[in-house]
């Protein structure tokens, strides 16, 4: 057994942060559509929980955003001029590409990418792979600068395997690790990969969501499984219930979350729940599987959504055992909040949880465990990645005074077509590759 640790490499807030209402299917982005955001408050709350868990012994570090509005989308798209014609056009003739070409999605960075440990692969390596996010036009436009950071982040290729992001289209959506989970008894022993997916791309008849899209499909999930060279004894490919992605349950990670030795999910998670279970008992390389399985009468599926109970982060507690990492709106939620008090009460291995203020991202289904990328290193990989962007109490003041500097606290959709704003946000940006010593990974960048 190697020791290794794992890392929440969360994402930083974009400076144009917004509400567009551009994901359907996700209930809060449409719920909230048209809100105004407060881009600077929204860094501040995830930059406080970054430090939270950094403090309580949960190493941290921090993703950059993009590079928003993004002009050379726009441009791709036929819009022409200076920077700022390409604005003011994209706003008059097509608001609809503006807004998208300006999400500050990539905030929500287990959809960044699926990564497996070396613990897990054939050739002892970590593996990377950018998710195309190609079932939503907003977010398809993330994976390039995000290949960009992680090569910047991981850039040993005798330590870190990175593979192009999956072929665009529907056929291989992928959306990140918010559809994986790893289980494993210490981080450094092999794990057991869980691969959830919504639907099947090249089969016919198959049972899928009706009115909701289902964003990752069997066929990206097998794709990873091969790019990762997972052993398949360690690996389970499990399908979505199709009925609580119609529910509003977008990502596996709303509806379940796993750590160490752990998962915590609803009754209504998977479509054949009894047989997935059985299948992660049995491909267990560990000890064995603890399944915290809640049910509907405990926790309605609406109040699962709304709250984003699941999508608490699950991690190892200082003093043992774990806790949940969890949004306020779960505290707000009467029948949420009892049943979590029952939770630590009973005997089980989730004794505490810890609440968060993360109301910025939840108004847009961007929960806790949304906010973060986990990445377990070993000592030598850890010394192999980009120090500069590990969280210690120095680079949580200098990214505070950078928010402070730079972001705006108010941001609705006809902030967006503001020449001010795009020069705002590159300045911000070229000051903070210099920070986190990325080089050059924005496309102002690289012209
Ligand atoms: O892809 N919301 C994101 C939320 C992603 C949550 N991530 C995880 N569950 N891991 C999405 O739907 C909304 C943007 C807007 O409407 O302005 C948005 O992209």
């Known amino acids: 057994m190697t020791s290794a640790v794992e890392y929440n490499f969360d994402g930083l807030v974009g400076l144009t942060h917004n509400y567009a209402g551009l994901s359907v299917g996700n209930v809060a982005s449409l719920k909230n559509a048209q809100g105004s955001a407060n881009p600077k408050e929204a860094a501040l709350q995830g930059l406080i929980k970054m430090k939270a868990l950094q403090d309580m012994g949960l190493p941290q570090a921090v993703l950059a955003p993009m590079e928003r509005p993004d002009i050379a989308t726009l441009r791709r798209l036929g819009f022409c001029g200076d920077d700022a014609k390409v604005l003011r056009e994209a706003a008059i003739k097509a608001p609809q590409l503006l807004v998208a070409c300006s999400s500050a999605s990539s905030m929500w960075t287990a959809n960044a990418c699926t990564v497996s440990p070396s613990a897990d692969t054939k050739d002892s390596r970590l593996h990377i792979t950018p998710a195309n996010l190609a079932s939503k036009f907003h977010r398809s436009i993330e994976f390039e600068t995000t290949a960009r950071i992680l090569k910047a982040m991981f850039k040993d290729e005798k330590h870190f395997a990175h593979h192009q992001a999956l072929p665009l289209g ?180 989730i004794s505490d949880v810890q609440i968060f203020e993360v109301q910025q991202s939840m108004r847009n289904g961007g929960g806790p465990a949304c906010l973060r990328q986990r990445i377990v290193l070993t000592d030598p990989e850890r010394m192999a990645a980009n120090s500069a962007a590990f969280m210690n109490d120095e680079l949580f003041s200098t990214l505070n005074s950078w928010v402070n500097t730079y972001y705006r606290d108010r941001m609705s959709a006809v902030d967006l077509a503001d020449p001010q704003l795009l020069i705002e946000n590159r300045t911000a940006l070229d000051q903070l590759t210099k920070l986190l010593n990325l080089g050059s990974v924005y496309p102002f960048q690289l012209i």
């Open 170 to 349: 529907e056929y291989f959506g992928d959306e990140g690790a918010a559809n994986h989970t790893r289980f494993c008894d210490q981080y450094g022993d092999q794990g057991l990969e869980f691969f959830v997916f919504g639907k099947y791309a090249f089969k016919q008849s198959m049972p899928e969501p009706q009115m909701f899209p289902a964003r990752q499909t069997f066929e990206a999930s097998e794709a990873l499984v091969r790019l990762h060279q997972l052993p398949e004894q360690h690996t389970v490919i499990a399908q979505q219930n199709p009925d609580v992605i119609d529910a509003g349950v977008f990502h596996n990670d709303v509806i379940a979350v796993g750590n160490g030795n752990v998962l915590f999910c609803h009754e209504m998670a998977f479509l054949d729940q009894k047989q997935t279970l059985e299948s992660l008992r049995d491909k267990y390389p560990g000890e064995s599987l603890e399944i915290i399985e809640v049910t509907s009468e405990q926790v309605p599926l609406e109040d699962a959504v709304s709250s984003y109970l699941f999508n608490s982060q699950l991690v190892n507690h200082p003093e043992g055992g774990m806790m949940l990492i969890s949004p306020a709106e779960c505290q707000a939620n009467p029948r949420v909040r009892d049943y979590l008090q029952r939770l630590v009460e009973t005997d089980n291995s």
